[in-house]
């Protein structure tokens, strides 16, 4: 059982340069989140889905875009980085049931430069 | 908006010891969630305890427990017989429910030292 699986763990990149970050759940969650861990200021909400096919402004979505385009998988993009955007990045998902507990991936840890 | 405030950056304790890691929030909600989560060195965020605001009684995991007290919004960690294991970051949240959607809001972290 994978859980939430992030793709790449790791990446350098310079100011300016594009790139995505999948995050992939195989729990047939409804819920995805993408959450973003700077020292000192915990984890910030991004973006977040509430289904396949929907998408929403989370508390610093500014320079970041996403897709769920398959309720497994969802996208974040940094279409031209900026060294602030330097962070450790979280992928999380939940079931509509229960407790809704957060189930999280490893995380991503993005440098740029 | 609701908030959630840990306001002890760095806690230390001797092994096989007790601490307690303090957490409080702000909401206007009746019904809600709390969790703590821990994040050792690996970065895994991992559940260690969770608690629904209905229930008056306080949640127990093993080693770890809480001290929910609703009326004052406060949610503190206590954690027994502390091992080297314990050594993480700790993060407090709250799961909100606005215009029919879930969100949790996450404090700022403790993190936590344990002392051989």
């Known amino acids: 059982n994978a859980g939430v699986t992030q793709t790449p763990k790791f990446r350098v990149l310079k100011t300016g340069q594009s790139m995505t970050l999948l995050c992939a759940q195989d729990?047939?969650?409804?819920?995805m989140y993408w959450y973003r861990q700077d020292p000192g200021m915990g984890l910030r909400l991004i973006h977040y889905?509430?289904?396949?096919?929907?998408?929403a402004k989370g508390e610093v979505p500014d320079g970041y875009n996403v897709s769920r385009l398959k309720k497994q998988n969802f996208l974040l993009g940094l279409e031209s980085a900026a060294p602030s955007q330097t962070s450790v990045y979280f992928c999380?998902?939940?079931?509509?049931?229960?407790?809704?507990?957060?189930?999280f991936g490893a995380g991503s840890r993005l440098t740029v430069l | 908006a609701q908030t959630v405030t840990q306001s002890q950056p760095e806690m230390s304790v001797q092994e096989a010891e007790t601490v307690t890691l303090s957490c409080t929030y702000d909401?206007?909600?009746?019904?809600?969630?709390l969790f703590w989560y821990k994040q050792p060195p690996s970065r895994q965020m991992i559940l260690v305890i969770r608690?629904?605001?209905?229930?008056?009684q306080n949640a127990t995991e093993n080693r770890f427990s809480v001290n929910f007290q609703k009326a004052a919004k406060s949610f503190s960690l206590k954690i027994s017989d502390s091992q080297l294991g314990d050594a993480a970051m700790y993060f407090c949240?709250?799961?909100?429910?606005?215009?029919?959607?879930?969100?949790?809001?996450f404090g700022t972290g403790t993190r936590l030292k344990v002392l051989a």
């Open positions: 608690q629904e605001a209905y229930k008056q």
């Open positions: 889905s509430v289904g396949e096919g929907t998408t």
């Open positions: 999380a998902s939940t079931s509509t049931s229960g407790a809704n507990v957060l189930t």
């Open positions: 909401t206007s909600e009746s019904d809600y969630y």
């Open positions: 729990m047939n969650h409804e819920y």
């Open positions: 949240a709250y799961r909100s429910y606005t215009s029919g959607t879930y969100k949790y809001i």
